[in-house]
């Protein structure tokens, strides 16, 4: 099947590289719906690496290299199976599927293996749109995070970035009983959002003083789990700070800058200190997580489709990225073939 793939040749220089893609065994060839680009895909066209980050995505079981230039791109999206490899039991053609790997789905149609461990491709649950689909690996991540983080009925919860992780882990700790949620970011029209999916305070640390409207609101007490998911160090700092004794502090971004913080108190007020990734945390259950936090948006729990802010054809992949790096009001920019 001819399909253009997306290839970022080097930083900030992005093209549609044409390929003619077949599924081998155990492997299934899929009709890219829509795909998503995201906080890695970001990184990586500004030029940001983490140092060997490898992809097992070939055929003979080898690792390509996302450490360097070129890389094809592409691990959020969703479709419908068009064709199917020797072996394949698992899905036929006409299958609705979602990707939780590095397929290359920002394509016309991307290749998949078929994989345990929730690293292949999953079947879209019944009731959830397929554009929400698209987004199904960063949504289990991010419903995983409030569902992991702790929060208890009647607690008050801040998430600092209210991008796209940040309003999902909203919506999460909110309907897991939390008693004010409060949401901190420095876009405007991010926090409406957020109070528009039920965030109970939304604060703009650019033109107000969080810390204090924080404490002010828990009676200097501070709150009870805080959850960083703006990715930078200013974020982690205002959750340090506003966090009460024996609070949970509950870490969501991938962070390849240096940091600055000062972190005397994840000593002295004992804070429980956790990681919140579910595809780089959980191995042998990942596939049940997966089941278990999407239930929640094909039942309605969790809203998805209003954070879809951008939608780009494919051949506009240029101006998709630098919307998606420079426009702070994108919460999600999507790639349509």
């Known amino acids: 099947m001819k399909s253009r793939v997306a290839k970022l040749n080097l930083q900030e220089e992005i093209v549609l590289d044409p390929m003619d893609l077949h599924p081998h065994p155990h492997e299934v060839l899929v009709k890219t719906h829509l795909s998503s680009i995201c906080g890695t895909d970001k990184n990586y066209y500004r030029g940001k690496m983490s140092a060997n980050v490898y992809i097992r995505n070939d055929r003979a079981g080898q690792f390509e290299s996302h450490d360097k230039y070129p890389m094809h791109m592409g691990h959020e999206g969703s479709g419908t199976v068009v064709d199917v490899g020797e072996g394949v039991s698992e899905f036929a053609v006409g299958d609705k599927v979602m990707s939780f790997g590095w397929f290359n789905t920002m394509a016309d149609y991307f290749v998949a293996p078929i994989v345990p461990n929730g690293h292949g491709i999953v079947r879209v649950p019944e009731g959830m749109s397929m554009n929400a689909a698209a987004l199904g690996e960063p949504t289990a991540c991010a419903i995983y995070a ?130 919140l990734a579910l595809m780089h945390r959980i191995k042998m259950d990942r596939d049940w997580w997966i089941e278990k936090t999407l239930s929640n948006v094909a039942n309605g729990m969790i809203v998805i489709d209003p954070l879809i802010t951008n939608v780009y054809d494919l051949d506009e992949i240029k101006i998709a990225f630098e919307t998606a790096c420079r426009d702070p009001r994108a919460v999600k920019v999507m790639l349509k073939p």
């Open 146 to 275: 409030g569902m992991q983080s702790g929060v208890e009925l009647g607690d008050i919860v801040l998430i600092v970035g209210a991008g796209f992780a940040g309003q999902v882990i909203a919506q999460a700790v909110k309907r897991m009983g939390a008693a004010k949620v409060i949401v901190v970011d420095v876009v405007d029209e991010k926090l409406t959002l957020a109070k528009s999916l039920g965030a109970d305070t939304a604060i703009n640390a650019k033109n107000e003083d969080a810390l204090h409207m924080i404490l002010e609101q828990t009676g200097s007490r501070g709150v009870d789990v805080a959850i960083e998911a703006a990715g930078n160090d200013t974020a982690l700092q205002l959750c340090t700070d506003t966090l009460k004794h024996g609070g949970i502090l509950g870490i969501y971004s991938w962070i390849l800058d240096p940091v600055h913080l000062r972190i005397n108190r994840w000593h002295d007020d004992g804070f429980d200190i956790r990681t």
